[in-house]
């Protein structure tokens, strides 16, 4: 099927095949974020196949498409932001002040893991589960 900007095609791949190293350094760093997009679209959301029939009608289940997408990343950046409001991290500054340095916390001694307590163990092989 030819379509009415063929040519802008044509002239477009001959423009890619003159492109030196630079331009496709360039392209290589930013493919990998446009090619998730579009198998996400693909995959999740439908774009694999046409809903109607048409370049116009496709056009708008593209568009429609990156809509849904768009607003479910801003819906999930909304709630990082509302969580780390909520629930801040503490930064290094504040850790030197309290005495603290940057180290991981303390293991739990060992008595206190599930599967070194005589309790948990009691209340696994009690359960209803277990006992059939």
């Known amino acids: 099927m030819i379509v009415h900007d063929y040519p802008a095609l044509l002239r477009m791949r001959r423009r890619r095949d003159r ?35 048409g370049l116009e009608n496709m056009r708008i289940q593209a568009f429609l498409t990156a809509a849904a997408i768009n607003l479910k990343r801003l819906a999930a950046m909304i709630l990082e932001i509302l969580r780390s409001a909520i629930f801040p991290r503490p930064k290094a500054a504040h850790a030197a002040i309290n005495g603290r340095q940057n180290r991981p916390p303390a293991r739990a001694p060992a008595w206190r893991h599930a599967n070194n307590d005589p309790r948990a163990k009691a209340a696994f092989f009690n359960s209803p589960t277990v006992q059939g």
């Open 19 to 53: 492109w030196g190293k630079e331009e496709n350094r360039l392209y290589r760093r930013h493919r990998w974020r446009s090619e998730g997009f579009h198998g996400e679209a693909k995959t999740w959301h439908g774009l694999a196949r046409a809903a109607r029939r």
